[in-house]
């Protein structure tokens, strides 16, 4: 649903601005120096980019989910890293306070959320609970008007900077899968939280991932997210089916950005007398990325529609997510292969491209993992 079509038109014309003249441009630095440069996050609180899907009523711009899919296509035009950062407040960091969370909850932290005051995390992964989120150890154990939290989170995107953490801990030990968990708010600073030295990965540099570790971490139990315990497993759910949509249209996005600078190379580089873009076998790969990425597009949009409409998109959300990611990393291969050995070297930003959009496949949910969610709601629809 969009719900001005001009007010939209304004931002997205001022995103891709932003995108084209600020961010493309400093996407080396930030590579090399795998940090967002101050001025850029100043930028992006002042155009009010940290709380994108945050209702208007907490300070946000309060998007629909066709609106974000459609900023989420502009921003997956450059480095990941800078949709990372603000990514979190207006997904997986925020949501399950705003899907869940009670009144004095979301006037406590979503307009800090949404003013990038605050940067928010999403603690569910753990060293060994990863697809099999259900299976997650942290503990929390009422005492009194608090819990106290014990355990490791693995791969936590934004913690270093986060002020934040919507942390998934066990509280009813009897109940070893989901209806035992609650979702809980911890602050940065709460005595017994540290975190982990920063991941080193493959790509991405910039958006900084860590462990974050509880030692005896007493919460008070107004941070209990809803206020409800044995539900937090299902708000973690509820924000993932949100956080895959948004995924899928960044690797729009960023396959479209891809196929844009490989139509450039393949214009100009010459071999045999010609640009490559006249042989038939790079056109077939120039093809075949266009209408995947043009099925994939249509696909987000589809699935965006449908959840404002108030649809369970849980199966629309894992295909978009399972066929974007895949498709990115076809066109990204396709990418490379068409830049030849250029295509291997830091020269061309498709080396890092294609190091960076690998991640979109593992993150919120594995393909695999999108497949059992999909082939498990098609049995249950089937046999109900
Ligand atoms: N929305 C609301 N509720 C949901 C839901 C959704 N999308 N998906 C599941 N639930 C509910 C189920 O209905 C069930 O509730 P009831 O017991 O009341 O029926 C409960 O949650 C448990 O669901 P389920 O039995 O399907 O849980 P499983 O342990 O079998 O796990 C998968 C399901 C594998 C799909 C889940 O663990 C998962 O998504 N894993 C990947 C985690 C992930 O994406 N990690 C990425 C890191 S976070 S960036």
Do not use: W
Request: aromatic share 6%; charged share 25%.
């Amino acid at each position: 649903m969009i719900r001005d079509p001009e007010t939209l038109t304004l931002l997205l014309d001022s995103i891709r601005q932003f995108v084209d003249q600020e961010l493309i441009p400093r996407e080396n630095e930030v590579a090399e120096t795998d940090a967002i440069p101050e001025d850029i996050v100043q930028q992006m609180r002042d155009m009010g980019l940290f709380g994108l899907t945050i209702p208007e009523e907490y300070g946000g711009l309060g998007v629909t989910m066709e609106e974000e899919v459609n900023i989420a296509f502009e921003l997956g035009r450059t480095s990941p890293a800078f949709r990372s950062y603000i990514g979190t407040n207006n997904g997986i960091g925020s949501i399950g306070i705003l899907i869940d969370g009670t009144a004095e909850q979301k006037a406590h932290f979503l307009p800090k959320l949404a003013s990038g005051e605050l940067l928010s995390s999403f603690c569910l992964t753990e060293p060994d609970a990863g697809s099999d989120a259900a299976s997650l150890k942290t503990t929390a154990v009422r005492d009194g008007d608090s819990y106290i939290l014990n355990g490791t989170k693995r791969f936590i995107t934004n913690a270093p900077e986060a002020g934040i953490f919507t942390v998934m801990a066990r509280t009813n030990p009897e109940i070893k899968g989901a209806g035992g968990i609650s979702a809980f708010v911890v602050e940065r600073g709460t005595p017994g939280l540290t975190l982990g030295k920063p991941d080193h990965k493959m790509g991405q540099k910039g958006a900084h991932t860590c462990d974050v570790i509880f030692d005896n971490v007493r919460v008070p139990a107004t941070q209990l997210i809803g206020g409800v315990e044995g539900v937090g497993f299902k708000t973690a759910m509820k924000v993932l089916d949100k956080g895959r949509l948004h995924i899928a249209a960044l690797s729009v996005g960023a396959a479209d950005r891809m196929l844009n600078d490989t139509l450039r190379y393949a214009t100009e580089r010459k071999q045999f007398g010609k640009p490559i873009a006249e042989f038939q076998l790079i056109q077939a790969m120039l093809a075949d990325s266009k209408a995947e990425i043009y099925a994939a597009r249509c696909m987000v949009l589809d699935a965006a529609r449908r959840r404002d409409e108030g649809q369970n998109v849980s199966t629309e959300a894992s295909c978009s997510k399972m066929f974007a990611t895949e498709m990115c990393g076809r066109v990204a291969d396709r990418c490379v292969q068409i830049h030849g050995g250029a295509g291997y070297v830091s020269e061309y930003s498709i080396e890092r491209f294609y190091r960076d959009v690998r991640l979109f496949r593992i993150y919120e949910g594995t393909t695999q993992i999108q497949q059992v969610v999909i082939a498990r709601n098609m049995i249950k629809e089937f046999q109900a």
